[in-house]
Structure formats: C-alpha cells, structure tokens
C-alpha cells in the first residue's frame, strides 16, 4: 500500500533563508505526487503535482519540487522563504482505492513551516 | 458558492450523541472525498463518492461512520454514539473527475469536539 512519510514535524527557518521539507513516498507501483498547503484557518490548496515527464516541478508562491525515484523522495524547496509562507505543509500520494479504478490521496503528517523575521 | 463549503464550522457536541457534518462540493464535480485531520495524525481517508455511489468505504473508523450523497451533490457524514476519540476536524473536497488530472478542492473543515 502507498504510504507517506513526513520526518520534520516542524521546521523553523529565518525569513529570506532556503528551505527544503522532506517527503518519502513507499510505493510499488508507478506514483503521482503531491504537495499541498495549509494556511492558518484555511482549507487545503494544492502547491504542486508530479504525474509524469520532467522531475522537477514548478508550483505556486516560488515553491518546487524534485522528484527521485531511486532515493523514493519528493522533497519541497523554495530559495527564499517569506513570513506569508508560515502554513502546514502536506506531501501526498495517490493511491488506487480497493477494487475500484479511482484515485485517492494519501497524505502525509505534515510539516509546520515557521518563518520568522 | 465558489468553493467547497462546509458546515457547521464548530461542533460540541456531548458523549455519545449523533452528530451531522454537512459538505456542499463545488458545482459539477462528480468526486467527494471525507478526510479526518487530527493532531499529529495527517490527513486520514475516510470514504470517497463518485456522483452517489461510494465505490470506497475503507477508511471509516467504524460502523458508527456512515455517509450519503444525494443529487450528486451535498453529502452528509454522520457520527452515531460520538467518543471522545472522534474530535478532529472533518474535512471535504471535491474534484471534477478523478485526482490525477483535475484538482481536489477542500473545504475549511467541521471542527469536531466531543465532551
């Protein structure tokens, strides 16, 4: 079964400064990724999705991701971080529900991105 | 409305009592999924709807959990005989057809408190 896997609880970063959150996806079959957002007292919203093609994926707000298949991992940049970019983050995959042909996301625990200035 | 609207947004509820979570998708998306976001727990499947039907049940915690969709539409979580350990926000979201190709939409969530 498809599951994910999200190491840092929290993350706290200066504002300006680069930062990566970690995600390790266990699947044995071919995998769709995800990563989405969180805001303070906000539904969810997609940042960005890898299906197929190039492993690098441009989302929303300057967020990326890379996709490495060998090492199972879709980790989340960005170069510089603003104090907006506060939010829990959320790294998915998609998995095939049982007997049927549909998709569902499998989510992560998350990830608490704290910017500070 | 323009995105997927839930409600009621707080729920407190007593032990043991039924409660009702309502979720109304975003007009003309067939798919309607239920997650339940607890502390330290991510995002927890529960049940997913293609138009009425639900073609995925697996995630419901138990047989106090059930769910419908009428009209294609607006579905309903019930919660028979709350526990304590149900508190959790309860999210929805919808798609226009399947998550790979079309993204899911999610509402604020129900924050679920049960005393």
């Known amino acids: 079964a498809q599951s994910v896997t999200q190491l840092d609880s929290q993350v706290p970063v200066f504002e300006e400064a680069p930062v990566e959150l970690r995600c390790n996806y266990s699947?044995?079959?071919?995998?769709?990724l995800f990563w989405y957002v969180q805001y303070p007292n906000q539904g969810l919203q997609l940042l960005l999705k890898?299906?197929?093609?190039?492993?690098l994926v441009k989302g929303i707000n300057g967020f990326e991701a890379e996709f490495n298949k060998s090492q199972t991992s879709f980790h989340l940049r960005k170069p510089s971080v603003h104090i907006s970019d506060t939010a829990e983050y959320f790294c998915?995959?998609?998995?095939?529900?049982?007997?049927?042909?549909?998709?569902?996301?499998?989510f992560g625990t998350g990830t608490r991105l704290l910017v500070s200035p | 409305g323009a995105g997927v609207s839930q409600s009621p947004s707080n729920k407190v509820t007593e032990k043991g009592k039924d409660v009702e979570l309502r979720c109304d998708p975003i007009?003309?998306?067939?798919?309607l999924y239920w997650y339940r976001q607890s502390l330290g727990q991510g995002l927890e499947f529960l049940i997913y709807?293609?138009?009425?039907?639900?073609?995925?049940k697996s995630g419901l915690p138990s047989d106090r959990f059930s769910a419908e969709r009428t009209g294609g539409s607006v579905s309903t979580l019930t919660i028979q005989r709350t526990q304590q350990e149900d508190s959790a926000v309860y999210l929805c979201?919808?798609?226009?057809?399947?998550?790979?190709?079309?993204?899911?939409?999610f509402g604020q969530g129900t924050r679920l408190t049960v005393v």
């Open positions: 890898y299906l197929s093609g190039s492993t």
């Open positions: 979201a919808s798609s226009l057809k399947t998550v790979l190709y079309t993204e899911a939409f």
């Open positions: 709807f293609q138009g009425n039907s639900a073609p995925d």
């Open positions: 007009s003309g998306h067939t798919a």
């Open positions: 998915a995959v998609s998995a095939r529900g049982p007997g049927t042909g549909f998709q569902k996301l499998v």
């Open positions: 699947s044995s079959v071919s995998v769709y």
